[in-house]
C-alpha cells in the first residue's frame, strides 16, 4: 500500500473511531494534486492508482476547486498514462451535481418532487458545462 496526500493528519470527514491506515514514510508521497511532477514521481512503477483525492465541499473557492478537482484530476490521469499504469480507479461524489441541484428540474428531482418533472427535460452529459455558469 502506497498513499498520496496533502497532509499527514486524518481529515474533519473522517470519524475519530476510525485512526486511518499506517502508511511508512517511504511509502507516503505528500504532495499537491495540482504538482504534475509530484504526481509522476508518485505513480512510477505503480500497477494500479486509486485516486479519490478531491475539493469535496460544496463551499470551496474557485482556485480551490479548478487545482483539486480539475487539475489534479487530469493530472493523475496523465501521469498513469505516462507511466505505464495498467489501472486507474477513480470515484467522484454527489458534489459533482451541485450546480445542477439548484435548477430544475434536478431541484425537483433531487427534492423527490417528481410530480414536478416533466417527461422531457434535458439530462446532465459530459459535455455540458459546469454549473453554476
Same mark, same amino acid.
Given at each position: 500500500?502506497?498513499?498520496?496526500?496533502?497532509?499527514?493528519?486524518?481529515?474533519?470527514?473522517?470519524?475519530?473511531?476510525?485512526?486511518?491506515?499506517?502508511?511508512?514514510?517511504?511509502? /507516503?508521497?505528500? +504532495?499537491?494534486? @495540482?504538482?504534475?511532477?509530484?504526481?509522476?514521481? !508518485?505513480?512510477?512503477? =505503480?500497477?494500479?492508482?486509486? %485516486?479519490?483525492?478531491?475539493?469535496?465541499?460544496?463551499?470551496?473557492?474557485?482556485?480551490?476547486?479548478?487545482?483539486?478537482?480539475?487539475?489534479?484530476?487530469?493530472?493523475? /490521469?496523465?501521469? +498513469?498514462?505516462? @507511466?505505464?499504469?495498467?489501472?486507474?480507479?477513480? !470515484?467522484?461524489?454527489? =458534489?459533482?451535481?451541485?450546480? %445542477?441541484?439548484?435548477?430544475?428540474?434536478?431541484?425537483?428531482?433531487?427534492?423527490?418532487?417528481?410530480?414536478?418533472?416533466?417527461?422531457?427535460?434535458?439530462?446532465?452529459?459530459?459535455?455540458?458545462?459546469?454549473?453554476?455558469?
Amino acid at each position: 500500500v502506497y498513499a498520496l496526500d496533502r497532509q499527514r493528519e486524518l481529515s474533519a470527514r473522517v470519524p475519530v473511531r476510525n485512526q486511518g491506515l499506517e502508511i511508512p514514510d517511504d511509502k /507516503f508521497y505528500l +504532495c499537491d494534486l @495540482a504538482d504534475a511532477g509530484a504526481i509522476r514521481q !508518485a505513480v512510477k512503477g =505503480m500497477d494500479m492508482v486509486v %485516486h479519490l483525492g478531491a475539493d469535496p465541499g460544496d463551499d470551496g473557492s474557485w482556485e480551490s476547486l479548478l487545482n483539486n478537482n480539475v487539475v489534479g484530476t487530469y493530472n493523475v /490521469f496523465e501521469a +498513469c498514462r505516462d @507511466a505505464g499504469v495498467a489501472r486507474v480507479v477513480a !470515484a467522484s461524489s454527489i =458534489m459533482v451535481s451541485q450546480g %445542477h441541484r439548484e435548477q430544475e428540474p434536478y431541484k425537483s428531482i433531487y427534492d423527490k418532487q417528481f410530480s414536478n418533472v416533466s417527461e422531457n427535460y434535458p439530462m446532465i452529459t459530459p459535455v455540458m458545462p459546469a454549473e453554476p455558469r
